[in-house]
């Protein structure tokens, strides 16, 4: 057998099943009204990599660990594969959902929580909003119709009596 020296030796599709199935389990599977794809898809993994991992170690790296090559190719030269991989070891602990984290950055990751549940709230809102709109729209088309039947019959009956 050959050995796998991937950072994480796992397929892509591997890795959707996995974030799925922890979707499905916690209930969070909401997708947006519009494009029925999932709130909490797996692309959201990418927006909480940089940013961590980014708080500890090269953004450039991180960039580079993420995939991205465009206005990269010094990072690639300047640091190996091995180099990376050791500086992402060196920063992993940033992206432990539940592991040791200091005052601070509980702190932080606590208003940060907060933000999303809020986040989340006026997305509901605002969807309840829009769909309140789109039907006070209908409400006022047909009464726009009305309206110009009843300004047509008007006009008729003012003929009519003269």
């Known amino acids: 057998m050959k050995a796998d ?7 892509v599709t591997t890795a959707c099943r996995f974030w799925n199935n922890a979707l499905k389990k916690t ?8 494009t029925k794809r999932r709130l909490a898809h ?7 990599f940089r940013p961590e991992l ?3 170690i090269q953004s450039d790296v991180v960039e580079a660990l993420m995939g ?3 206005g990269l190719t010094e990072v690639y030269r300047k640091y ?12 992993e602990h940033a992206l432990l959902l539940f592991g040791e984290m200091s005052g601070d950055a509980q702190q932080l990751r606590q208003e940060v929580n ?6 989340f709230e006026m997305r509901g809102v605002f969807d309840s909003l829009r769909s309140e709109n789109n039907a006070l729209k209908e409400q006022l088309k047909r009464l726009d119709e009305k309206f110009s039947g009843l300004e ?9 009596a003269n």
């Open 114 to 119: 907060q933000v999303y549940r809020e986040n």
């Open 5 to 11: 020296d991937r950072a994480f030796p796992f397929e």
């Open 42 to 48: 797996f692309h959201v993994l990418r927006k909480y």
């Open 68 to 70: 991205h090559e465009e």
């Open 27 to 34: 209930g969070l599977t909401e997708r947006d009204p519009t």
């Open 152 to 160: 047509k019959l008007v006009k008729d009956l003012r003929e009519a």
């Open 80 to 91: 190996s594969e091995k180099d990376m991989l050791k500086m992402y070891g060196e920063g």
């Open 54 to 56: 980014g708080s500890v």
